[in-house]
Nanobody
Framework: QVQLVESGGGLVQAGGSLRLSCVGS????????VGWYRQAPGQHRALVGS???????NYVDSVKGRFTISRDNAKSTVYLQMTDLKPEDTAVYYC????????????????WGQGTQVTVSS
């Protein structure tokens, strides 16, 4: 069992930046591969990007060049640095672990955080 807690969301103007954190805790497992997802009102939850335990990353096209995922394994923490934010980035952002990572995709695992709201004003 892995527990995930996201933080760092908030209200920001278009063009601004935010850094989200996802802290994982498990008695028996490391954090492993982690995916960041987002869910806008009325839409399905969608993958934003992911990172494996060796810092390999992938991203969806809409955030490439603006979002960066990194991790600190010693702190069991994965970060989502978001820059040049746009109103269409407004969503609840979730981290997920336990999934399968490849260089081109991430298949979600069983563990989710509670989400953190990001609102970008125009």
């Amino acid at each position: 069992q892995v527990q995930l807690v996201e933080s760092g969301g908030g209200l920001v103007q278009a063009g601004g930046s935010l850094r989200l954190s996802c802290v994982g805790s498990s008695r028996t497992h490391g954090l492993g591969a982690v995916g960041w997802y987002r869910q806008a009102p009325g839409q399905h939850r969608a993958l934003v990007g992911s990172i494996n335990s060796r810092h390999g990353t992938n991203y969806v096209d809409s955030v490439k060049g603006r979002f960066t995922i990194s991790r600190d394994n010693a702190k069991s923490t994965v970060y989502l640095q978001m820059t040049d934010l746009k109103p269409e980035d407004t969503a609840v952002y979730y981290c997920n672990s336990g999934g399968t990572w490849t260089s081109t995709e991430y298949s979600q695992g069983a563990f989710w955080g509670q989400g953190t709201q990001v609102t970008v004003s125009s």
